[in-house]
């Protein structure tokens, strides 16, 4: 996840000099992570003018989507399960405070174990929408020059409880990433489509 966490100086046109999308393009191009049933009731998180991660629209179902942060090069757009919003935000907190992915990692795992932390119980999903040359085009609605990342959070699952391999071992097949933790996920990275 994307989250803009060096902003020295804050101007109107955003953080590096980087202009912040309006509301609207945010929230439409942050949607369009999400399968198309979930789109138009979900909520968004996104930037407001000084850069910050905020509530850009309140939804009325189980999807959080996140918009591009403006401040990084490429595009990068998910959406997920409400269910994961403790373990994401946590994740982005940890961030803010200067933590390595590494200690990211063994916080959650360890809060995660301890109970302060709640996991989805029985799976929850993420959807990433993101490509290095990727961009919202406004004119026509969507995101060109990006790709789809699928993933199933189901902590603690291994390869002797799911049957998936631990390391991707064909182009676009599912595997099974950080198993045996409470980051234990199922990774579908189809193969590059170049566009949206």
Known sequence: MKFNLLCLIVVTSGCFGQEIPSKEDQVAAAVMAAPEEFRKEATVLGY??????????????????????????????AAYHKDLEPFMARGRELRAEGKTNKEI?????????????????????????FGPEGKYDSKTGKVINAIYRNVVYIPWATAETTGLPTSPDSLGGPWLMDAGTHRAHIMINPPPTGGN
């Open 48 to 77: 407001n003018p000084d850069g910050e991660l905020v509530t850009l629209r309140s939804g009325t179902n189980v999807m959080i989507c996140l918009a591009d942060d403006p401040g990084k090069p490429g595009f990068s757009a």
């Open 105 to 129: 990692f063994q916080i959650r795992e360890e809060e995660v174990k301890n109970g302060k932390l709640k996991m989805p119980e029985k799976g929850a999903t993420l959807q990433i929408l």
